[in-house]
């Protein structure tokens, strides 16, 4: 996990808000879409996944589990104009599992369902109150984050429907969806995981 490429990225990317935030206070928050763009959003979601273990093109071990989960947003980037924007977003489920084809015993611990990579959104309106659209693509993850053991990863895909209701604020319906995988000597893991969420979001620009 602490060597994974997910996690260097997101760490990269928590690194450059700090040095443009202070770097260039100008630049950002000025009430204007265009420009530098931070955001975050949580709320509830709901997560369903397919896991499932393989040797020798032989499935071992698979379960199908559908669980209420706690969804998380955050995009950083660049606004061209006032209606279009372009950034590096993640997106993530997160939800308790007592089992998995890897470990049988596991117990109540957290699972980490998440896509991360290039998004754009338009705004149909170059200021608020707007509907919008956006759409990501970039890897798919699949862990347990707090248990040390690397994720699974994969193609990912994401889209939402929001309205930004006053400046800076937005409600966002999301989905997200990935087939992550992994492979050892002696088996291959992967899980399709599908997830949707409602969050309430800041944005700042």
């Excluded at 989960?69 to 939800?95: C, E, H, L, R």
């Excluded at 890897?102 to 170059?126: H, K, Q, S, W």
């Amino acid at each position: 996990m602490r060597n994974s490429v997910y996690h260097k990225l997101v760490l990269a990317a928590l690194i450059g808000v700090f040095i443009i935030c202070f770097a260039a206070p100008g630049f950002a928050f000025d009430k204007q879409r265009k420009g530098f763009i931070l955001g975050f959003g949580l709320g509830p979601g709901y997560a369903s996944y397919t896991e499932t273990k393989d040797s020798s093109g032989t499935e071992v071990r698979s379960f199908d589990e559908s669980k209420i989960s706690f969804f998380s947003d955050f995009k950083i980037g660049y606004a061209p104009n006032n209606q279009w924007m372009v950034y590096w977003m993640s997106k993530g489920a997160w939800f308790g599992v007592d089992s998995s084809v890897v470990d049988e015993e596991v117990e109540d611990v957290m699972a980490l369902g998440g896509v991360g990579g290039i998004g754009v959104t338009y705004f149909f309106r170059p200021e608020a109150k707007s509907l919008y659209v956006s759409a990501g693509v970039g890897f798919s993850s699949w862990s347990l984050p707090f248990e040390g053991n690397d994720p699974w990863t994969g193609i990912g895909f994401t889209g939402a429907l929001g309205y930004e209701f006053s400046p800076n604020w937005t409600v966002e319906a999301s989905f997200l969806m990935g087939k992550p995988s992994d492979e050892t000597d002696e088996y291959k893991y992967d899980v399709d995981n599908m997830a949707f969420g409602l969050t309430i979001n800041v944005l700042g620009y």
